[in-house]
């Protein structure tokens, strides 16, 4: 079973990796458009502020159709075969779904409690996805749906036919089972989700109302979750859906922009619902003061080494709020590290949120500036400035207090080890041998590029294609479910061939391979091929 959970959070992620450009293309289109701000020329009516405001239409489009975004995306990383047909059908299915909710609260709305003449939004329980007024099941509802198509495309889509009924097969055949499943499926949400939605806001109000307290717990609740990958299904209902506030917190808040830049209030009294977006503070400023402690605590003859280390993997976290790389350098080295790392983030967090920085502050430094620096430097630069100065500290408080650990305990991090007390490394020698006694050598031609020989090299210290069982990734991982965990390689031989190394628990593996994982993935996926 967490197999499953896990692979599905990987799933989910894909979408998600949309949003940057998305935010980036709202933040600068909201400076350009506000008067405030640019002056004259970005009234309405103006050429300026009408290119703007096209380059505005077509960035919403991500965050508009976020539910649709998430049932055409799961069947990427969990459909057996045949993805992307797998995908269409996903589509299609859960537009006929939300038809049929449609149809069905316009009859009988009241029978279940829905008033269906409201307007969309608001306490209605009612909202417009795909241009089809329905229930507000959110991203929750479409990652249901496309999971019970993926289930369907899976069984079904090579059921042999007779001749005749060839025309029938495959996605033709999944989709006609997805129209007779989804009458009873859509009847049981219009019966159970109003209950559901009833559930969640009581627990949307226990954060809301929790104030500074309810950011404290949610970001450690966050930060803790990482390891085992399920820390998407904590934040996402909140950020991308609408469980603290209608259509999610990133489309309020980018929605809200212009009202925001334009207001001298302070930020935590203009958005509220914003708080709990305090997850990125510990990736531009914690991952800082934790790459130094580990460039200090080296010993003397590799601290060259580590500086060549660390320096790319905290950019990497700085700049795309991607800590992956940097976080399972120590976690399982030494896991008490992680359980301070956690506490500090949640420490910070708390801190920012009693000085008032509130905003979208969940990602890297690019997301961060697009989402909050750029547009409302004018109105709000002082809460900006307090927040540089509380992160200045945090960089020197994870630099002290992990230096202090690293060397009363005297932990094995990065760069703390000589080559003959360290764990053994692979050689290619002994990576070709490995190849040879697996039958998989020569599959690797002399024009393979990079990732296809690290993909190939990672097939290998999971045990060979016989040993793979299924995989995934997200942003950072190759998520691999293997046969025989025995037959896996170690920490140091995926270290040795240019990961960041593996998170391991039971049959699943994590091998942990930075931002060039979707090339990677691609050539893995290849080879298993």
Known sequence: ??????????????????????????????????????????????IWFGFWDMVLSGAWVVFNQVPLLF?????????????????????????????????????????????????????????????????????????????????????????????????FKGSAFVLGIGFIVMIPIAFLAVLVWPKIQAGMNVFRDFIVNSGTIGVSVFVLLEKLLIPFGLHHLLYAPMYYDSLIVSGGIYSTWAQSLPEIAASAAPLKEIAPYAQLTATGWSKIFGCVGVGLA????ALPENKKKIAGLMIPVVLTAVLSGVTEPIEFTFLFIAPQLFVVHAVLSSLLATAMNIFGVVGIFSGGAIEMASLNWIPLAANHWKTYLIMLVIGLVAIAVWYLVFTFLITKFDFKTPGRTTAEDSAKLYTKKDYKAKKKEEGTEGKIVKSADKFEVMADEILVGLGGAENIKDFTNCVTRLRVNVNDPSKVADDSYFREIGTYGTAKSGNSVHVIVGMDIQYVADAFGELLD
Not at 33 to 38: C, L
Not at 294 to 297: A, D, M, R, S
């Open 1 to 46: 079973m967490k197999e499953k959970i896990q692979r599905f959070g990987g799933a989910m992620f894909t979408p998600v990796m949309l949003f940057a450009v998305s935010a980036l293309l709202i933040g600068f289109g909201t400076l350009f458009t506000t008067e405030v701000i640019m002056g004259p020329m970005a009234s309405e009516g103006t």
């Open 71 to 167: 049932a055409i995306a799961l069947p990427i990383g969990l459909a057996k075969k045949q993805n992307a047909r797998a995908s269409m059908e996903a589509f299609v299915i859960y537009i006929v779904f939300l038809n049929y909710v449609s149809t069905i609260l316009k009859h009988w709305g009241p029978t279940f409690g829905v008033d269906f003449s409201q307007e969309v939004g608001g306490a209605s329980g009612l909202a417009m996805i795909a241009n089809v007024k329905t229930l507000d099941m959110g991203m929750m509802g479409a990652l249901l749906i496309s999971g019970i198509a993926i289930y369907l495309h899976n069984r079904f889509f090579d059921t042999r036919l007779p001749e005749a009924l060839g025309v």
């Open 294 to 297: 580990f460039y200090k605590t």
